[in-house]
C-alpha cells in the first residue's frame, strides 16, 4: 500500500486541491494520503480565510485520509523552513512519495535540489530581500532562473527531502490553469487560484466561487465567517503600540531596528488605515511585504525566540483528522512514530508543546468566534 | 486673589459640577480655580465615557482657569494613592483651599483625618475586600462608619493634605440631590449622577442627557463617540490571552495567583461574553469589582511596577488648559514649581516621564478614533 504525502494550506481547499488528490489516486488506487496542513496562519503571514478545522474537514470529505496541522512555528515561515518542518513530519508518518504541484514539473527536483543545498540562511547585502537574494544565488548555482512559487516550494521540498535522508520519491504535478497570482475568476474553467476564490469570499461573493470549490467546500464556506488581517489589524496595532521595544525584540526574527520601525511608522498612520498601509509604510528594498506580514503574525501571536527553539527540539504531531483508511496507517505508523502524536489539548500540553498553536487558535478565535483547541477531538470520516 | 483646587473626574462633566464651580465663585468671586483631572482611564478602573481634551474643554467653557492631567499610575487607584498624587500636584499649582463634595459636609474632615491617617495598606484577612477592610478600620478608630463614596473620598483628600504639610483649608461642599449610584435620571431636577447620565450615553439616548448638562457639554457629547468597557474588551481579551503568567506578574499591583486566575477565567468565558461577564468570574471576597477593574486597566493599557516607580520618584504637571486667568496664575507659580509642567508631547517625554500617559492615550485613540497627545497644545479660552 502506498502512502502518499501532500503539504497544503488549503485556503480554502478547492477545486485544484482535488485535482492534485484525483491524481494520486488515478496512480495509486490503493494509496493512503497523508497531508501536513497550515493551522489558523498561513505561510506568507496572514490569517487562513476560515479555520483549521474547517479545512481539514473539507479536505477529508474530498478523499484525505490522514490531516495533521504543521505547528505555527514551522508554517509561519520563510519556504526552506516550512518546508524542512513539513518533511519531518511527513517523514514519521511513514510517507513514501511527497506529490506537489509545479508550474514546471519536467523539472529534476532532485538534481536542482543537489545542487542548491547549500543556498541558505543570511546573505550580506541589505538593500535586497532574502527572497530576491535567494532567487539569485540559485540562478548563479542552476544556470537558469526558478522564479515561480510552486516550483520554488517544490525545491524547497526537495531540499529538506535531501537534509533528512531522502526518505520520499518526489512527485510534481504539472499545475493547470490558475497562476498563483491570478486573481481573476474564469466562468470556462472549474478551476482558480486559492486567492482568486478568496477575493471573492471577502468580498461576500460566495455564490462566485461555486464553480471552483466541491461542494462541502461551498457550503462550509457559505456558512462561516470569513477573516482575513481586516479582522486582525485592530489587535496586532494595540499590541504594537503596547509593547515596548525591549518587548518586541524578545520575539522571533525581529531584525535589529526593525522593532523600531514597526512601532514608529504606526504614528503617522490615520486612525481608519489598514493592515496594508502600515505595511507599505514598514515596507523597504530589504523587508519585503511577505517578510512584514509573518513577522505581524509572530508579533500577534506573541512568538519567541524560545517557543520556537522549544518545538523545535520537541518537535510534534497534532492529529486534525482521518479517514477510516487512515485510522488503520495511524495504527500502523504510531509505533515507530518518534514524535508524541497529539490528539487532544489538555492542560499539560497547552502550556508545553502546544503552547503556540493553541496561543494562536485562541487569537484567531476572537475573529472567527469559534473556539479552536479545546475540548476537540479529531474529525473522523468513514 | 484665592487659588481653588479640585480633584475630579468630569466623566462628563455635569452640572453638579458646575454647581461646585458656582458655589467656589460665590464664596470667594475673584478665585483661580484650579483642577487635576484624570485622562482618559479612571479610578473606578473604567475608561472616561470622552477624551481628556473633550472633558478639560467643557470643565474650562465651565469656568476652571487651569486644568491638568492626573497622570494615569495616580488616576487608576484605591482612594488614598489617587488622593495623595492629586494633593501634591495641586500643591505645586499654589491651591489653598481645597473644595470637593461630601455627604455629610458637617464631618471635620480635618479631625477624621488626624484619626486615621495610619489607616492604609495591608490588611491581612484573606476573605474581605481591601475597601471593606479599610472601612472596617476607620469605624474602629472613628466610633461611627464612614461608608458613602464622597464622604471617603473627602477623607482621602483631607489625609493626603496632612500628609505633604496640609497647605490646603479643606471645603467641603454639601452633595445635593443625586447619589453617587443613582442610576436614574429624574425630570424634575437638573442634576443627576454621573453614572445616570453614563448610563443613557452609552445607551445613545442623548437627547435623555440635556436637562443635567451644560449646553458646551451637550453639544460635545452628541458630537463624540461614547466608550465604554465595551469598546476595550476585545483587546483586553486578546492581552490576556497572549500574555504568560510572567508577563502579567511584572504588571503594576497584580497579587500572587491573581494572573493565573484572570488567564483561566477566560476559558469557560462564551466567545460573545462582556467584559462584566469576566470581572464577575474572577471576583471573590477579597477582590472586589472596582480593584480588578483597576488591573484590567493596568493590563490593558500594560502598566509595569517599573512604570510607577519612574514616575512616582519623578512627578510632573501635564498641561491640558487654560483662560486667560490661569494663564497668569501659570505664570506666577512655574517660579516655584518644583515638578517640571508639560505642555506638549515630544519625542523625548513620551518614552520617559509621559510614557504611560502617551501609551494610555493611544489605546484609547483606538476605541474613540481620535488621537490624543500628538500635536496637541494645551486649550486656551478668554
Given at each position: 500500500m502506498t502512502v502518499v504525502g501532500i503539504i497544503a494550506e488549503y485556503n480554502p481547499f478547492h477545486n485544484g486541491h482535488l485535482y492534485q488528490l484525483e491524481q494520486a489516486r488515478a496512480k495509486f488506487p490503493d494509496a493512503t494520503i497523508v497531508v501536513a496542513m497550515s493551522g489558523n496562519f498561513l505561510e506568507r503571514g496572514e490569517p487562513a480565510c476560515v479555520d483549521k478545522w474547517t479545512r481539514a474537514r473539507q479536505a477529508i470529505i474530498a478523499g484525505v485520509d490522514v490531516i495533521v496541522e504543521l505547528p505555527l512555528v514551522f508554517c509561519v515561515q520563510p519556504a526552506d523552513r516550512f518546508a524542512l518542518g513539513a518533511v519531518k513530519i511527513l517523514k514519521q508518518l511513514g510517507v513514501e512519495k511527497l506529490f506537489f504541484g509545479a508550474e514546471h514539473a519536467t523539472y529534476d527536483f532532485n538534481a536542482m535540489a543537489q545542487?542548491?543545498?547549500?543556498?541558505?540562511?543570511?546573505?550580506?547585502?541589505?538593500?535586497?530581500?532574502?527572497?530576491?537574494?535567494?532567487?539569485?544565488?540559485?540562478?548563479?548555482?542552476?544556470?537558469?532562473?526558478?522564479?515561480?512559487?510552486?516550483?520554488?516550494?517544490?525545491?524547497?521540498?526537495?531540499?529538506?527531502?535531501?537534509?533528512?535522508?531522502?526518505?520520499?520519491?518526489?512527485?510534481?504535478?504539472?499545475?493547470?490553469?490558475?497562476?498563483?497570482?491570478?486573481?481573476?475568476?474564469?466562468?470556462?474553467?472549474?478551476?482558480?487560484?486559492?486567492?482568486?476564490?478568496?477575493?471573492?469570499?471577502?468580498?461576500?461573493?460566495?455564490?462566485?466561487?461555486?464553480?471552483?470549490?466541491?461542494?462541502?467546500?461551498?457550503?462550509?464556506?457559505?456558512?462561516?465567517?470569513?477573516?482575513?488581517?481586516?479582522?486582525?489589524?485592530?489587535?496586532?496595532?494595540?499590541?504594537?503600540?503596547?509593547?515596548?521595544?525591549?518587548?518586541?525584540?524578545?520575539?522571533?526574527?525581529?531584525?535589529?531596528?526593525?522593532?523600531?520601525?514597526?512601532?514608529?511608522?504606526?504614528?503617522?498612520?490615520?486612525?481608519?488605515?489598514?493592515?496594508?498601509?502600515?505595511?507599505?509604510?514598514?515596507?523597504?528594498?530589504?523587508?519585503?511585504?511577505?517578510?512584514?506580514?509573518?513577522?505581524?503574525?509572530?508579533?500577534?501571536?506573541?512568538?519567541?525566540?524560545?517557543?520556537?527553539?522549544?518545538?523545535?527540539?520537541?518537535?510534534?504531531?497534532?492529529?486534525?483528522?482521518?479517514?477510516?483508511?487512515g485510522q488503520l496507517h495511524l495504527n500502523k505508523v504510531k509505533k515507530n512514530c518518534s514524535y508524541p502524536i497529539i490528539v487532544k489539548v489538555d492542560k499539560k500540553n497547552k502550556e508545553n508543546l502546544l503552547c503556540v498553536d493553541y496561543r494562536a487558535g485562541n487569537v484567531y478565535a476572537l475573529a472567527s468566534g469559534v473556539s479552536q483547541d479545546l475540548k476537540r477531538a479529531p474529525i473522523r470520516f468513514q
Open positions: 545542487k542548491t543545498l547549500d543556498v541558505h540562511g543570511d546573505f550580506s547585502k541589505y538593500n535586497e530581500s532574502y527572497a530576491a537574494a535567494y532567487q539569485r544565488v540559485v540562478q548563479e548555482k542552476l544556470g537558469y532562473s526558478v522564479d515561480q512559487p510552486n516550483d520554488l516550494l517544490g525545491l524547497a521540498y526537495a531540499k529538506a527531502n535531501l537534509r533528512v535522508g531522502s526518505p520520499f520519491e518526489m512527485v510534481p504535478l504539472q499545475r493547470v490553469v490558475a497562476g498563483h497570482h491570478d486573481l481573476t475568476l474564469k466562468k470556462t474553467q472549474r478551476i482558480a487560484s486559492a486567492s482568486a476564490i478568496r477575493k471573492q469570499l471577502v468580498m461576500h461573493n460566495e455564490t462566485e466561487t461555486r464553480n471552483y470549490v466541491p461542494l462541502a467546500t461551498y457550503e462550509t464556506l457559505s456558512a462561516q465567517k470569513i477573516v482575513s488581517w481586516a479582522n486582525f489589524w485592530l489587535l496586532l496595532r494595540y499590541q504594537l503600540e503596547t509593547s515596548s521595544l525591549g518587548d518586541i525584540r524578545r520575539l522571533y526574527d525581529v531584525s535589529a531596528g526593525l522593532e523600531y520601525r514597526m512601532k514608529q511608522q504606526l504614528e503617522p498612520l490615520a486612525k481608519d488605515a489598514t493592515f496594508d498601509d502600515w505595511i507599505k509604510a514598514v515596507k523597504s528594498k530589504r523587508y519585503t511585504y511577505t517578510r512584514l506580514a509573518r513577522l505581524a503574525v509572530t508579533i500577534l501571536v506573541q512568538v519567541t525566540n524560545e517557543d520556537v527553539r522549544k518545538i523545535e527540539t520537541n518537535p510534534y504531531i497534532r492529529l486534525l483528522g482521518f479517514s477510516s483508511r
